[in-house]
């Protein structure tokens, strides 16, 4: 089975996605995908990407 490579925007559209439904919050989506971005290199895989998300969500709920 062939499986579709998915393109940076395709990632960042679904990590937005994700982010709003878990904040419920344009503004907070916005900013936990611009600060999961700045986390991650220009190579990163698409399962570091998901993985620094992750790491930069549960840091906002900390504080």
Partial sequence: MVTAKKTPLDIMDHIYS???????SESE?????????LNVGI?????EVFKT???CYLGTQSL
């Fill in 18 to 24: 994700v982010a709003y439904w878990l904040t419920g």
């Fill in 29 to 37: 989506a916005t900013e936990l995908v611009n600060r999961t971005y």
């Fill in 43 to 47: 190579e990163s895989s698409e399962t």
């Fill in 53 to 55: 998300f992750r790491a």
